[in-house]
Nanobody
Framework: QVQLVESGGGLVQAGGSLRLSCAAS????????MNWYRQAPGKQRELVATMTSGGMTNYADSVKGRFTISRDNAKNTVYLQMNSLKPEDTAVYYC???????????????WGQGTQVTVSS
């Protein structure tokens, strides 16, 4: 019903930058929040950044000042600009969206397929 498609992962050297994108499509009435999570090998998935449709943002302490989340509400797309990357940022990054869908109207928790980010030292 709702699809989330991510792009932009890859391999980068420490200190470099990457930009992730995630586009939502399908039967969408609104998207109150769009988030980025990540999961490193052997670790639990963690919330990296979140942004509401009204523009409020929140970041994990480990990425504050280095990562920036943004949204294009007209395109149902969320971005994650990652600067000053560190080897410890290496993980699979997942897009998550809280989507209001119709018939019946309800909140749907959507996930992307994940994109690998690898930061070499």
């Amino acid at each position: 019903q709702v699809q989330l498609v991510e792009s932009g992962g890859g391999l980068v050297q420490a200190g470099g930058s990457l930009r992730l994108s995630c586009a939502a499509s399908g039967s969408i009435l609104s998207i109150p929040a769009m988030n980025w999570y990540r999961q490193a090998p052997g670790k639990q998935r963690e919330l990296v950044a979140t942004m509401t449709s009204g523009g409020m943002t929140n970041y994990a302490d480990s990425v504050k000042g280095r990562f920036t989340i943004s949204r294009d509400n007209a395109k149902n797309t969320v971005y994650l600009q990652m600067n000053s990357l560190k080897p410890e940022d290496t993980a699979v990054y997942y897009c998550n969206a809280k989507v209001v869908v119709p018939t019946p109207t309800r909140l749907y928790d959507g996930w992307g397929q994940g994109t690998q980010v690898t930061v070499s030292s």
